[in-house]
T-cell receptor, first 113, second 112 residues
Framework: NAGVMQNPRHLVRRRGQEARLRCSPM?????VYWYRQLPEEGLKFMVY????????ESGMPKERFSAEFPKEGPSILRIQQVVRGDSAAYFC???????????FGPGTRLTVL | QQQVKQSPQSLIVQKGGISIINCAYE??????FPWYQQFPGKGPALLIA?????SEKKEGRFTISFNKSAKQFSLHIMDSQPGDSATYFC???????????FGTGTSLTVIP
C-alpha cells in the first residue's frame, strides 16, 4: 500500500508566478490535510478537505491560496502570484474516515526567487 | 497563539541514554496526542500516539507519559541510538477529522 504521494518534491518559482502542489492520499483515505513548515518551525495547518468539499480552511491565507480535492485525481494546493515569504515546505497528510491518525507525504519544498 | 508548547528546543544524549521531550497544552477538548519523527528532507512519520484515558503507552523503546490534570505529555526514548537523531514533534487534536496543532519541535542528537 503506497503512502501519501506528493509532487513535485522541489519547486522553484519566480515572484509573481503560480505554484501548483499535488497530493495523492493513501489508498482508502478520504481526508486530506495541507500543512506548511517554515525553516526551524513546526507544521502549521492550512486546510482540510474531503472529496469535492473544503471542510476547514481556517489556516489558509485569505488571498492567493486555494485548495481542491476533486472527485477524481489528486488534491491540489495552488498559490498564485508567489512571494518570497511563500518559500517553505508544504506537507500533505491523509487519514481514513473516522480515525485520528494522519499520515504525511514527503513534502514539496517551494523556493521563490 | 501556540496551542501546544514543546521543550526543549534541542537535546543531546549519549548513546544508550534516555531522551525526554515534553509538551504542554491548554485546550481540554484535545483528545488525541501523537508524536512524529522527522528526518531532514523527509515528511513527519507517526511514531506513537495516546488518548487521555490512559496515562502511559509503550511501543518498543518509545513511551508516552500523559498527565491529564497537568495537561502535559512527554516522549521517552529508552536506550537512545544515533539512528534516533531527528526532529521530534508533539501534536494534539480534538475529535477525528480535525487539524493537528503541532509543537515547535525538538532536535535530538544522539552521540555515539
Amino acid at each position: 500500500n503506497a503512502g501519501v504521494m506528493q509532487n513535485p518534491r522541489h519547486l522553484v518559482r519566480r515572484r509573481g508566478q503560480e505554484a501548483r502542489l499535488r497530493c495523492s492520499p493513501m489508498k482508502g483515505h478520504s481526508h486530506v490535510y495541507w500543512y506548511r513548515q517554515l525553516p526551524e518551525e513546526g507544521l502549521k495547518f492550512m486546510v482540510y478537505l474531503q472529496k469535492e468539499n473544503i471542510i476547514d480552511e481556517s489556516g489558509m491565507p485569505k488571498e492567493r491560496f486555494s485548495a481542491e480535492f476533486p472527485k477524481e485525481g489528486p488534491s491540489i494546493l495552488r498559490i498564485q502570484q508567489v512571494v518570497r515569504g511563500d518559500s517553505a515546505a508544504y506537507f500533505c497528510a491523509s487519514s481514513p474516515q473516522g480515525r485520528h491518525e494522519q499520515f504525511f507525504g514527503p513534502g514539496t519544498r517551494l523556493t521563490v526567487l | 497563539q501556540q496551542q501546544v508548547k514543546q521543550s526543549p528546543q534541542s537535546l543531546i544524549v549519549q548513546k544508550g541514554g534516555i531522551s525526554i521531550i515534553n509538551c504542554a497544552y491548554e485546550n481540554t477538548a484535545f483528545d488525541y496526542f501523537p508524536w512524529y519523527q522527522q528526518f531532514p528532507g523527509k515528511g513527519p512519520a507517526l511514531l506513537i500516539a495516546i488518548r487521555p484515558d490512559v496515562s502511559e503507552k509503550k511501543e518498543g523503546r518509545f513511551t508516552i507519559s500523559f498527565n491529564k490534570s497537568a495537561k502535559q505529555f512527554s516522549l521517552h526514548i529508552m536506550d537512545s541510538q544515533p539512528g534516533d537523531s531527528a526532529t521530534y514533534f508533539c501534536a494534539a487534536s480534538k475529535n477525528t477529522g480535525n487539524q493537528f496543532y503541532f509543537g515547535t519541535g525538538t532536535s535530538l542528537t544522539v552521540i555515539p
